[in-house]
């Protein structure tokens, strides 16, 4: 088969298009054939050997792929030649603390799909039958990977984690960014008004196409003074934040007393200076998450399914130019994800 492999970490050109031995299906494990093919923001911290999880080359990366069952080793009884799947990304071990207790996302013995294991910059991924969800018929595969992970991590920093409520008001950071664009929707979905940011003017209107009620621009505009006037000085009740750095100060300044920042990346700035008296007197609550479970995945690619999400796509790319992808991403001058075909 063919496949994106990475041989040492580095810039671009890194990313070769090779044959390579196609996997085969052991014990209770299936091997999807790919339709598509979604490049995240890991991916290229990843081939930048970034990540902080150190790859044995020859490595294939990708978290998220999605396709049909192409072979199923013994011992499978969920799944057939020809079904519609896609990988969740945390392969958990189903027998951990963690996994017993239903939190299978923090399983203590997790592969991560992509990181540890040959993931989906390929045209053929092997996984066990439990580590995959139904992808249903109304939903393509170029949707699935593009909507999936965005609004999976959006629903569980939001609604799982962040508890939203209807008529709440959500600051949501990077609103082009694919779990900016995801969370947007979300917290309209549930019923919340929605102040976005975005870096330039010119994003304001997807943003508001998404259902942002209000748009500030966090590169020109003071984010906390803007969300006062526009909340009557009462800040926001929870803020998604995906960036990190100064972005995490905007929501931290945004937030109303009482107010639930959850955080899901730090790609802005890994390392933030927090004012403990500020978090403590506004009784602010700060947590981190950012692996959905798969019973996430099941809700999101339904909502999907029935066009209640909508996922956004940037642009599209053959797997074999996924070096064009890389440096699309790299230069931050997208709305929503990249999507890759590993047979074109
Ligand atoms: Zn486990």
Request: proline share 3%.
């Amino acid at each position: 088969m063919k496949a994106i492999v990475l041989r040492a970490y580095g810039d671009f050109d890194r990313l070769l298009w090779e044959d390579v031995a196609p996997p085969c299906a052991g014990f209770g494990e299936i091997v999807i054939r790919n339709h598509a093919a979604g490049l995240n923001h890991c991916d290229t911290d990843l081939r930048r050997g970034l990540f902080g999880v150190a790859q044995a080359f020859p490595h294939v990366m990708g978290v998220d792929c999605a396709g049909t069952v192409a072979e199923v080793g013994p011992g499978v009884t969920a799944w057939r030649v020809g079904d519609r799947v896609m990988p969740h990304f945390v392969l958990a071990c189903g027998a951990c603390r963690n996994c017993l207790r239903g939190a299978e996302n923090i399983c203590l013995k997790a592969e991560i799909l992509g990181i540890t294991t040959w993931g989906g910059y390929a045209q053929f991924t092997k996984v066990a039958q439990h580590h995959v969800v139904r992808v249903p018929d109304a939903l393509s595969f170029e949707d699935a990977v593009a909507g999936t992970i965005p609004f999976a991590t959006a629903w569980e920093a939001l609604i799982d984690v962040g508890r939203l409520r209807a008529g709440e008001t959500v600051l949501v950071s990077a609103a082009g960014s694919g779990v900016g664009s995801a969370g947007v929707q979300i917290a309209k979905l549930a019923g919340a008004r929605v102040i976005a940011t975005t870096g330039s003017a010119e994003k304001f209107a997807a943003a508001r196409a998404l259902g942002a009620d209000a748009v500030v621009n966090y590169n020109t505009d003071d984010v906390p003074a803007a969300v006062q006037r526009l909340t009557d000085g009462m800040g926001v009740d929870l803020a998604l934040d995906m960036v990190g750095g100064a972005r995490l100060h905007d929501a931290i300044g945004a937030a109303a007393l009482g107010a639930r920042i959850v955080s899901v990346g730090a790609h802005g700035g890994e390392r933030v200076e927090i004012d403990m008296i500020e978090l403590f007197r506004k009784h602010l609550s700060l947590h981190g998450c950012g692996r959905s479970t798969r019973a996430i995945f099941g809700e999101v690619t339904g909502l999907m399914a029935a066009g209640k999400l909508l996922p956004v796509i940037h642009a599209r790319f053959p797997l074999a130019e996924a070096a064009a992808a890389h440096r699309l991403m790299e230069s931050r001058s997208f709305f929503g994800r990249m999507v890759m075909d590993p047979w074109q």
